[in-house]
């Protein structure tokens, strides 16, 4: 099993920037992937961006050139650095990663990012 806990979120007017860090244990060694999604207000879950082991990244279109995902194997951890934060920007961000093997996701529990006009 993988354990995700995130931190960094809070309250930040737009333009400002934020890093989101999520940090895993378990059985960290098969992630495959990590990412993080968001759940804005009256909205589903959403992609932001992944990360492989490898480091090619994908991210959603609206938030490219302003989010940078990365991660480090060798401490468990994967970061969101968000710039030129919008209103939209708005939500619960969530860890993600990716089993090697099963393909099965594991959650973080969420941090509450709120961009303000």
């Known amino acids: 099993q993988v354990q995700l806990v995130e931190s960094g979120g809070g309250l930040v007017q737009a333009g400002g920037s934020l890093i989101l860090s999520c940090a895993a244990s378990?059985?960290?060694?098969?992630?495959?992937?990590m990412g993080w999604y968001r759940q804005r207000p009256g909205n589903e879950r959403e992609l932001v961006a992944t990360?492989?082991?490898?480091?090619?990244?994908n991210y959603q279109d609206s938030v490219k050139g302003r989010f940078t995902i990365s991660r480090d194997n060798a401490k468990n951890t994967a970061s969101l650095q968000m710039n030129s934060l919008k209103p939209e920007d708005t939500a619960v961000y969530y860890c993600?990663?990716?089993?090697?093997?099963?393909?099965?996701?594991?959650w973080g529990q969420g941090t509450q990012v709120t961009v303000s006009s």
């Open positions: 990360i492989r082991q490898g480091g090619i990244t």
């Open positions: 993600n990663c990716i089993e090697s093997v099963t393909g099965r996701r594991y």
């Open positions: 378990g059985s960290t060694w098969s992630m495959h992937v």
